[in-house]
């Protein structure tokens, strides 16, 4: 199950992702995305994404690559993202 939870300030977008990031959840989290602000920096806050398929880890890489802050990413996480997160 994946949990996505919204905060916005005027200035940024954080949405915190809990539980499992699996491949029937990734329309959610898409969605989610796409309805943030548009025109202010997106984070998402993986400290409580507890694992990621490799669909999941593919959409995360592909939405970094796009601009947005990944934070709070486990060691696991950023092992499996074989990138930098904040």
């Known amino acids: ?3 996505i ?11 915190k992702l809990e539980g499992s990031l699996r491949a029937a959840w990734l329309d959610a989290l898409r ?7 548009p025109h202010s920096p997106l984070t998402l806050d993986l400290t ?3 694992s990621a398929d490799a669909k999941g880890i ?5 939405l ?3 601009g947005v802050t990944l934070s709070g ?3 696991y ?5 074989q990138i930098s997160a904040s």
């Open 1 to 3: 199950m994946l949990r």
């Open 5 to 15: 939870t919204q905060s916005a300030n005027p200035a940024a977008t954080t949405l």
């Open 31 to 37: 969605e989610a995305v796409a309805h943030a602000q």
């Open 48 to 50: 409580d994404l507890r």
């Open 58 to 62: 593919e959409l995360l890489r592909a």
């Open 64 to 66: 970094a690559a796009d």
């Open 73 to 75: 990413a486990t060691p």
């Open 77 to 81: 996480l950023l092992a499996l993202l």
